[in-house]
């Protein structure tokens, strides 16, 4: 399993870490560096560019040290070319490790954006394509359409459906499986058990699933685990085995308590008991949404 620094929390993006300081964004990337990690995961949509634009100014400061970027674009009517090369420009970059499709949606030809995404190889400007928050049926069925080198998905205690067959399918398939939010956005801190805890009333986090009926005793249940604590959290998923968990960090010191907490492997039987409540939230969550983020694909948008 490889750790990679994700970058979501770099910069204020759509109702998501609008408090964050341009500087504790600056101090977490460096310190990531500092302790070895040389994958960096970003996406054009983090503050519109502005995630990238921090990134490359921060990996400047360490000429004499090699780094992997992977980037996400959106669904576009535009080239892909377009797209890439935005990237490319603020990420001060001659080519980019993986480039995925961020988000699916229903306005467009998801196969032929990746279908140019894959062309972009050819021309030595990315290295693998990926795609991001799809369902397992969804993935299983642009699979049998067009090549996909990584599947990227959150996976957390908070969000863990389908978790297992999509490793399994991904293994077959020769898909990298990576996941991001392994402390479901901050949600399994234990700072969080309502809406009303959140200090800002804009942070989008307020709305996801597991504050909704009938989910919030399932959540309540989980955080009320015997054992329960935010680093056990992140060692549960951590003892799934993705390919690369992705950690989102908005200070050096969060960066550093979850390097210590991945450290030491998570208790057999804690991890039993965590499964089983994840499991008994997830079940809840079925009905009213398809992902973490209270969405739900059939029904078009958030719940």
């Known amino acids: 399993m490889e750790t990679v620094l994700g970058t979501w929390q770099t910069a204020p993006s759509d109702g998501f870490w609008t408090k964050q300081d341009t500087l504790s964004s600056e101090r977490t990337i460096s310190c990531a560096v500092r302790h070895g990690i040389t994958t960096f995961d970003c996406a054009q949509s983090y503050g519109s560019g502005r995630a990238e634009q921090i990134l490359a100014k921060v990996l400047a400061r360490f000429p004499d040290k090699t780094f992997l970027i992977d980037t996400k674009i959106m669904p576009s009517s535009r080239p892909v070319s377009e797209l890439v090369e935005k990237s490319l420009v603020r990420l001060k970059r001659s080519s980019l490790n993986r480039i995925y499709l961020h988000w699916p949606s229903s306005l467009f030809d998801w196969e032929d954006m990746l279908t140019q995404m894959n062309a972009l190889k050819d021309l030595g400007l990315v290295s693998r394509v990926g795609v991001c928050n799809l369902s397992l049926a969804q993935l299983r069925d642009l699979c049998s359409k067009v090549h996909i080198d990584t599947f990227q998905r959150p996976f957390s205690l908070l969000w863990s459906r389908e978790y297992e067959q999509t490793k399994v399918f991904c293994k077959e398939h020769g ?7 392994p402390l479901g956005a901050g949600l399994l801190s234990g700072k969080y058990r ?28 989980l955080l009320d685990t015997p054992g329960f604590s935010r680093d056990n959290a992140l060692r549960w998923a951590a003892s799934r085995k993705p390919d690369l968990l992705l950690l989102g960090c908005r200070t050096p010191e969060q960066l550093e308590e979850n390097l210590r907490a991945l450290e030491t492997p998570v208790d057999l039987d804690l991890s039993a008991r965590l499964t089983r409540t994840a499991d008994t939230l997830s079940e809840k969550a079925a009905p009213i949404c398809d992902n973490m983020f209270s969405y739900n694909w059939n029904k078009g948008g958030a719940q």
């Open 175 to 181: 898909i990298e499986l990576a996941v991001y939010s």
């Open 194 to 221: 309502s809406p009303s805890d959140f200090e800002d009333p804009s942070d989008r986090r307020r709305e996801f699933f597991c504050f909704k009926e009938p989910c919030i005793q399932a959540f309540h249940a």
